[in-house]
């Protein structure tokens, strides 16, 4: 589909290289054919040619040419013109940028926020302030995002994809893994595989290794302090232990603690003497 070429209705000599165009068949994105154009910057670039410009008598004399097409100063009989494709397009550039274009520009590119700061220069926090309009977006990110936008090239050169977010096992399910499959579970019969990288399975057997010694060293601790409990306790008679078997059933043994409070009759210590 062929694109049409833009044509201006009428025009204003505004302040000093300023114009006011009024498009026939060009609307910007608030609704309006009506804008403002400053031609300052084409003036500046354009050398000897385009210097007469730059006196005011010179550029009152602008007019429209071709039909529409252009802007002349001489009547189309010179150099001095600036046909309406390129007038546009000074335009558009020259549109106000803020926190609605910040957020149309993201999502023309399809990038994330942190893609969008990284691309920048700026901090996450930073480019948020810049989507809600709680802050004044500079001039240079203006006419960065202005580039970006036109020329693919500078995404090609400078835009570093964001990592996924979350732990890298839940991340990496439903892609596509490189890795060769790992080997049947010895346990399994062969029918399994691991569910579980190396790391994992590694962490986990370590984890299962440590907790098997402390249940055997705690087995064989409990053993050893029955066995030393049987020795100290005498071997019970039927009648005094009631059929029971040795061991079985005795009271603990009394500690410094609750020997100190029982009476003297009883632990078989005098009574105390006084520290005085």
């Known amino acids: 589909m062929a694109m049409k070429t833009p044509r201006i209705e009428r025009l ?57 097409a252009a802007i002349t100063w001489d009547d ?98 439903g892609r596509r893994s490189i890795r060769p499959p790992l080997p049947a579970h010895p346990g399994a019969g062969g029918g399994g595989l691991y569910r579980h990288s190396g790391e994992q399975m590694t962490t986990r057997m370590t984890r299962r290794a440590a907790a098997a010694i402390a249940a055997s060293s705690l087995i064989e601790f409990n053993g050893r302090l029955q066995a030393s409990w049987r020795e100290r306790e005498p071997t019970a008679s039927p009648s005094q232990g009631c059929g029971r078997s040795p061991g079985r059933g005795r009271p603990p043994l009394p500690s410094r603690r609750t020997e100190r409070r029982l009476p003297s009759s009883v632990s078989g210590r005098g009574p105390r003497r006084s520290r005085r």
């Open 76 to 173: 189309g009989e010179g150099d001095l013109s600036i046909d309406a494709i390129h007038l546009e397009r000074i335009t558009r550039e020259q549109l106000p940028f803020g926190a609605e274009e910040a957020a149309a520009w993201q999502e023309a590119l399809g990038i994330s926020n942190s893609e969008a700061a990284g691309l920048l220069g700026i901090s996450p926090s930073t480019w948020a302030t810049y989507k809600a309009g709680t802050a004044p977006i500079p001039h240079a990110i203006r006419l960065l995002c202005r580039v970006t936008l036109r020329d693919p090239l500078m995404l090609h050169a400078w835009l570093h994809a964001a990592r996924p977010a979350g732990r890298p096992g839940r991340a990496a399910e």
């Open 12 to 68: 204003e000599i505004g302040e000093g290289t300023q114009l006011g165009i009024v498009w026939k068949n060009v609307t910007f994105p608030d609704g309006r054919r009506t804008k403002m154009v400053d031609l300052d910057g084409w003036i500046a670039t354009g050398g000897d040619i385009l210097a007469p410009l730059k006196h005011p008598d010179v550029f009152r004399r602008a007019s429209i040419g071709e039909h529409g």
